[in-house]
């Protein structure tokens, strides 16, 4: 009979399919920049940076010559930290190296964007540390055929001779049974019973305990950004409106889309104010998930599809959150999870 293949552990498989999801996302839109290169829109932004306070002696050519070897260098890594994720995924040992490595160019990748980057740039390491976690590495130990048969736990050989300074009670107790529950009567006149064991609840699976955390943990920081946006405008939308003509990539935006900086900024308002409301219900969903609330798998199963569609539209910065949101549904979509969510 052929032996049953062993399972792989959750660690491992949250850590591939974060990085293989966050490669692919990123090879889309290197495909799509590509696509669409030398456009007249391209030409004139990498003109501007070159005209800015910082005096560069390039022409546009050379600069949008290199940056066309840039992306498909960083294309062709995508594609290649895809791979990496499957054979990862399949208990590949060399491949387990290089996908560390991935994870660990994706978080200064993140970390470079600014704030909106540093909840990725966690993501990233924490992969990192899944795939040289205990269970992982035994995991691929046994996969690869490195796994050694642990020594039995040596027993106490009652017939040898004692130790020097050991007493004939403490030579009972080492060799002596058990005992086994002392029985008591609940009332006069009753037959006597064994003590009952005190009742115990099922313990949460890891997995929803990791969905909670991730849900509490993104709705966290994008709730902090767009609603410290949204309170800004409120305050002060004068002000706001002067922040965002300081900014050349919001002076970009009001040119390509043909509006003024008070439109824009009125947009971004409502946006950001969606996107905090979004986000405080993802938040209350993980808490949910957390109590074990009625409902709580089918509100947090709706808000991660909300997140994803919102995150998949918001290119590139939100494809990190799409990716959660598609990992959180695979958490508690789980037998584990299901059984636990559903047990009260």
């Not at 960083?74 to 060399?94: M, S, T």
């Not at 043909?258 to 905090?276: H, K, N, P, Q, Y």
């Given at each position: ?185 609940a009332h006069p006149g009753q037959p006597w019973q064994h003590a009952p064991a005190a009742p115990t609840g099922p313990r949460r699976p890891q997995s929803v305990l990791t969905a909670a955390i991730v849900m509490l943990s993104s709705a966290g920081v994008v709730a902090g950004v767009a609603g410290l946006n949204a309170l800004l405008y409120v305050v002060s939308p004068d002000e706001y409106v002067r922040l965002l003509q300081d900014q050349p990539l ?80 695979w958490w508690i979509t789980r037998q584990d999870a299901r059984a636990w969510l559903s047990s009260r």
């Amino acid at each position: 009979m052929n032996a049953k293949p062993l399972p792989r552990p959750p660690k491992v498989t949250v850590a591939c399919l974060f990085i293989g999801l966050t490669c692919a996302f990123m090879l889309l839109q290197f495909i799509s920049t590509l696509s669409q290169w030398g456009s007249i829109e391209l030409q004139e932004q990498v003109a501007e940076a070159l005209d800015g306070p910082v005096g560069v002696d390039l022409s546009v050519d050379t600069v949008l010559s290199w940056l066309r070897v840039l992306l498909n260098v960083l294309a062709a890594g995508a594609a290649a930290g895809i791979v990496l994720a499957v054979y990862a995924a399949r208990g590949h040992q060399a491949s387990r190296v290089l996908l560390t490595v991935t994870a660990a160019l994706l978080a200064l990748v993140f970390v470079s964007v600014g704030l909106l980057g540093l909840l990725p740039a966690a993501f990233a390491v924490g992969c990192a540390f899944y795939l040289w976690s205990p269970e992982a590495r035994a995991w691929y130990a046994a996969k690869n055929g490195r796994v050694t048969a642990a020594p039995a736990p040596a027993r106490p050989d009652p017939f040898a001779a004692p130790p020097a300074g050991a007493t004939a009670e403490s030579q009972r107790t080492a060799v002596a049974p058990a005992a086994p529950p002392v029985p008591h009567q609940a009332h006069p006149g009753q037959p006597w019973q064994h003590a009952p064991a005190a009742p115990t609840g099922p313990r949460r699976p890891q997995s929803v305990l990791t969905a909670a955390i991730v849900m509490l943990s993104s709705a966290g920081v994008v709730a902090g950004v767009a609603g410290l946006n949204a309170l800004l405008y409120v305050v002060s939308p004068d002000e706001y409106v002067r922040l965002l003509q300081d900014q050349p990539l919001m002076a970009d935006s009001v040119r390509e889309l043909d509006t003024t900086a008070e439109t824009l900024a009125r947009w971004m308002f409502i946006g950001c104010s969606i996107l905090t409301v979004v986000s405080l219900l993802g938040a209350l969903a993980g808490v949910l998930l957390l109590t074990r609330t009625k409902g709580a798998r089918v509100f947090a199963l709706v808000m991660c599809a909300v997140t994803f569609v919102i995150g998949l539209a918001a290119v590139p910065m939100g494809w990190p959150w799409a990716a959660a949101a598609a990992l959180v549904v695979w958490w508690i979509t789980r037998q584990d999870a299901r059984a636990w969510l559903s047990s009260r």
